[in-house]
């Protein structure tokens, strides 16, 4: 591929902001329309936003196949709607003494290939519907369940009733379902509250920067940030 601006870039979201507003303001960070991205982080979760640029657009589907790395925190004995800090609270439920080996025990049980039911308040679409508007209108339907993969799910810190931990996982895994299910093994329900994508295959987020930072370079330090396509895409996906 080859052209002006066309490329790879790393953006690091911040909270608040939908995936498609940073699109949007890349857009006219380089004045071109084509502009996507290769997976959506939901408006509470900061991190990683891989964006392609120009001709690097028509990879989306490739780079949205490639693993993830996230960390997060979950707050145990509250359950909210959408499952994360930004849905309305629908049960809170006593905490248990909660201690390392058992929260580990619980967690282990998530590893590996697993069936996972996407939240009511998702993008997916049912019937030609996104789910998140069905929820929006109070209804819940009938989700069918997707095979995801866990390959890692460890604690980082524990301060109840809040505990931090890593998860890598493949695409399409709900990192607030993995969070409410845990709730739902202790037996105190739980959601999730900090979440923050640190990796996307082999792209990270120390390489990320800030639409602050983007804002301020010039049409060719912009330019100089957009990764090769080649370099990270092979060649039968091109």
Known sequence: MTGDMEGILLVDKPQGLTSHDVVARCRKLFQIKKVGHAGTLDPMARG??????GKATKVSQYLMSLDKQYTGTVHFGIETDSQDADGTVVKELPVPDLNEAFLKEKMAEFHGDQYQVPPMFSAKKVSGQAL????????????EPRVIRIQRFEMLDLEPPKMSFIVESSKGAYIR????????????????????????GSFEIEN?????????????KLKSRLLSVESFVPSHAL
């Open 48 to 53: 990683l936003l891989v964006l392609l640029v």
């Open 177 to 200: 379902t993995l969070a409410h299910d845990l709730g739902q093994k202790i037996g105190c329900g739980g959601h999730l509250c900090v979440l923050r994508r640190t990796k996307v």
């Open 208 to 220: 990320a920067d800030t639409l602050e930072a983007l804002s301020e370079y010039s049409k060719s």
């Open 132 to 143: 998140y508007k069905l929820a929006r209108q109070g209804k819940t339907i009938p989700r």
